[in-house]
C-alpha cells in the first residue's frame, strides 16, 4: 500500500472529515461533556495492535466516529468550565491541517520562511500588547506555559551567571535563590527542580487578603536570604493565578526587582492575555517591565494545544541562553527571518504561529478582545448571583474569571461529590478549588461558547442542590 492518497481515496477523505467537523460542530450543545466511557472499547484500542495491511481512510474514521470521539471529553462544550482551557476558535482544524500539509521545519528559516516570518509576526504582536520595544523584544512559541516558564528560567540563569553553560550550577558559589507566591502554578517549582536550582531554594511567599504576593514579605525575604549568604536571582509573579486569577502587585514587584537586581518574570500564562480585553488591560501594565513573561495562545487565543509563548524584554538573553553554532545546520542569516534554533531548546519544531496567526487574520483582533471582554463579563454575573444566593459563598474576590464557589457546611469530599454529581447530571464539568484552606469548586471562564444562561444554570442548580 502506497503511503499516499490517491484522488479517489482523497475525495473520501475529504468528505469525511468535512462529515466529521460540521457533525462535531452542530452536535456539541448535546454531547455529555464528559463521556461514559467504554472501557471495553478502549481495552480493544490498547490491545489490538496494527495491521500489517491497512484499514484505509474509510477505517480511520470508522474507529474515529465509533470508538475515539465518544470516549474524548467535550472540552468545547460550553459548560466545560474546570480548567483553563479554552474551545479551538472555527478556523483551528484548517490551519491545523495546513500546517501537518506543508510540514515546515520551524528551526532554521531555510525549511520554513514563511513560518519564520509568521512567527515573527506573532511574536511581535503580542510582545507590542506589553509594551515591549518590538526591536529589542523577542520570544518563541512553546508547547505551553510551563515550558515558557522552563525556557525563561534557563534564560534568567543565563543572564545571571554568563558561564552557565561551561559551569551550570557547579561551580561552587553561593545558591540561588528565586521567589514566587504560595498561589503560583506548579510549573514554577516544576522549572526549579528541573534546572537543579532546588525546591529548598524557591521562597513561596504569603499572599495578601486578595490572593497576591505580599511585597514586604517578598522584600523581607530577599534581605534575609542574603544576609545568610544565598544569592537571590529572580522573582516570579503571577498575572492571574490558577486558582482565583489573581494578580500580584507588578509594578511593585518591579520596583524591588529592579532595586535588588533580579529578573522578574511573570507568569501570564492563565492570565496576561487578558490585555486585549479593554475593560481590564490597564491590570497587565506593568508587565512591560518585566524581564520576561509567559503566555498561553492555547487559552485565551483559543488556538488548539499546543501553543504556549515567551517574550523577553532583549532578544539577546534568549540568544545567550540557546544559540549554539552547528556547522552541519549552518545556512546564511537573513535579517527577514530568524533561526529558532537559536532562541529555544528545540531543534525540529511544528509551526505551530500558523494557527495564532490564521486565527487573528480571520477574526480580527476585535473579535478576541470582545471574547474575553464578554468572559469577564460572565465571570462578574457569576460572582453578583453567587453573592445574592443565600446557600452559597464566594470564596474570593472575582478578579477575571475564575470563580471560587463554597457551599457552606460541606465538607471537601462532599464538595468533591457535588463536582462529580453536577458532571454526571451533565449540569457542567466544573473543579476544585482550596483557597486558604478552605475547600470548594471553582468555575474557570475561558470559553468563548459560554452564555449567560449556561451561568445562570449552574448557580440554579447549585443553588437548589444547596437547599436540598
Ligand atoms: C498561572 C498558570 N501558569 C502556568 C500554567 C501551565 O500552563 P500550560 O498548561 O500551558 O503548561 C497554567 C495552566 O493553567 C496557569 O494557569
Redesign the pocket.
Known amino acids: 500500500m502506497s503511503l499516499i492518497l490517491d484522488d479517489a481515496e482523497r475525495r473520501r477523505a475529504n468528505d469525511l472529515l468535512a462529515r466529521f467537523l460540521d457533525g462535531y460542530e452542530r452536535n456539541l450543545d448535546d454531547t455529555p461533556i464528559v463521556p461514559e466511557i467504554d472501557r471495553d472499547t478502549l481495552q480493544e484500542l490498547m490491545h489490538e495492535g496494527f495491521p500489517a495491511t491497512g484499514t484505509g481512510v474509510e477505517g480511520f474514521f470508522r474507529d474515529l466516529d465509533e470508538r475515539i470521539v465518544p470516549n474524548s471529553t467535550a472540552v468545547s462544550h460550553p459548560r466545560f468550565l474546570a ?2 482551557l479554552g474551545p479551538p476558535t472555527g478556523i483551528a482544524a484548517y490551519a491545523e491541517a495546513v500546517a501537518a500539509t506543508l510540514n515546515q521545519n520551524c528551526n532554521f528559516w531555510q525549511l520554513s520562511p514563511a513560518a519564520s516570518v509568521i512567527e515573527r509576526t506573532v511574536i511581535g504582536w503580542l510582545a507590542s500588547r506589553f509594551g515591549f520595544d518590538q526591536e529589542r523584544a523577542g520570544g518563541i512559541l512553546t508547547g ?4 515558557a ?1 522552563l525556557n525563561a528560567l534557563t534564560v534568567a540563569l543565563h543572564a545571571r551567571r554568563p558561564d552557565f553553560r561551561a559551569t551550570g550550577l557547579q561551580a561552587g558559589r553561593a545558591p540561588l535563590v528565586l521567589y514566587t507566591s504560595a498561589e503560583a ?1 506548579r ?1 514554577v517549582d516544576k522549572a526549579a527542580g528541573i534546572l537543579g536550582i532546588g525546591l529548598d531554594h524557591v521562597r513561596h511567599i504569603p499572599t495578601d487578603d486578595r490572593l497576591r504576593m505580599r511585597v514586604d514579605l517578598l522584600a523581607e525575604a530577599v534581605r534575609a536570604d542574603r544576609a545568610a549568604g544565598l544569592e537571590p536571582f529572580c522573582v516570579v509573579a ?1 498575572a ?3 486558582t482565583t486569577g489573581s494578580v500580584d502587585p507588578l509594578g511593585e514587584i518591579a520596583d524591588l526587582a529592579e532595586a535588588e537586581d533580579l529578573w522578574l518574570h511573570v ?1 501570564g ?3 496576561a492575555l487578558f490585555v486585549l480585553a479593554e475593560p481590564v488591560a490597564e491590570m497587565f501594565r506593568e508587565i512591560r517591565r518585566a524581564d520576561s513573561v ?1 503566555l ?1 495562545p ?2 485565551l487565543l483559543f488556538a488548539p494545544l499546543e501553543a ?1 509563548c515567551l517574550l523577553v524584554r532583549d532578544a539577546a538573553t534568549l540568544r545567550a541562553a540557546y544559540a549554539y553554532s552547528s556547522s552541519y545546520l549552518t545556512v546564511a542569516q537573513d535579517p527577514l527571518m530568524h533561526d529558532y534554533m537559536d532562541h529555544g531548546p528545540q531543534l525540529s519544531r511544528s509551526f505551530k504561529a500558523l494557527k495564532i496567526w490564521a486565527a487573528l487574520r480571520t477574526f480580527g483582533t476585535d473579535a478576541f478582545g470582545s471574547a474575553l471582554t464578554g468572559m469577564l463579563e460572565l465571570a462578574g454575573h457569576l460572582g453578583r448571583r453567587v453573592t445574592a444566593e443565600p446557600g452559597l459563598e464566594l470564596m474570593a474576590p472575582v478578579t477575571l474569571t475564575a470563580v471560587c464557589i463554597r457551599l457552606p457546611g460541606l465538607s471537601g469530599p462532599e464538595h468533591t461529590t457535588l463536582l462529580a454529581r453536577l458532571a454526571e447530571e451533565g449540569t457542567a464539568l466544573l473543579g476544585p478549588a482550596v483557597v486558604g484552606g478552605a475547600h470548594g469548586i471553582r468555575v474557570c471562564i475561558t470559553n468563548h461558547r459560554t452564555t449567560r444562561a449556561d451561568i445562570d444554570a449552574i448557580v440554579d442548580r447549585l443553588a437548589e442542590l444547596s437547599r436540598a
Open positions: 480548567y483553563v505551553g506555559g510551563s515550558i516558564t502554578h510549573c503571577t492571574g493565578t490558577v507568569d500564562a492563565y492570565g509567559a498561553d492555547h487559552k504556549g
